[in-house]
């Protein structure tokens, strides 16, 4: 039986983060240094266990402005980074448990966490898989595929917008009503 829980990081159990990272890791695509660091950083962290057994893992990150603008520059995508708080990563299911909607559901336990903020992600460009798990979810192809610094693949950033602006202090009475 499938069962998908998540926590912020300092919830978790040590013994639970470090699956996760291990699992992370077990992906390839994934700058190793301060991989530790970042995931605790997170805001949550999300498991997939099928019968008491880790499959999957994903993760809502609260990267930083230095990350989150060279992803959008690179993207050439017009928004502001500083509009996109959070990304959706660190989503890897093991090969013999693909195929079974546990990306979609890791995305979906992870974005309902939200809480109204504005989430991008990026994905390989061959990963056809995420592409539709996140599309289910809400997000949108963005910019134009870019290098990837770690491997030969592109990326595609995803954006999913949320976030409700802000009335202006000057919005005419009856929009304040």
Request: proline residues 8%.
């Amino acid at each position: 039986m499938l069962s998908i829980t998540s926590n912020p990081p300092p919830a978790c159990p040590p013994g639970d983060v470090a699956l996760f990272q291990a699992l992370v890791l077990e992906g390839g695509e994934v700058d190793p240094n301060d991989l530790p660091q970042r995931i605790a950083r997170a805001q949550r962290l999300a498991f997939a266990l099928f019968d008491d057994n880790l499959v999957g893992v994903g993760a809502l990150k609260s990267p930083n402005s230095s990350y989150r603008k060279s992803v959008f520059t690179k993207s050439g995508t017009p928004r502001s980074p500083s509009a996109f708080p959070l990304e959706l990563g660190w989503v890897y299911v093991k090969p013999e448990y693909r195929g079974c909607g546990i990306s979609g559901r890791l995305v979906q336990e992870l974005m309902a966490t939200a809480r109204g903020k504005n989430v991008f992600a990026t994905s390989r460009t061959d990963n056809h898989a995420m592409h539709r798990s996140l599309e289910h979810s809400g997000f949108v192809r963005d910019g134009k595929p870019y290098a990837s610094g770690i491997r030969i693949a592109k990326l595609q950033l995803f954006v999913r917008v949320d976030a409700q602006p802000a009335l202006a202090a000057d919005a005419p009475q009856a929009a304040r009503r």
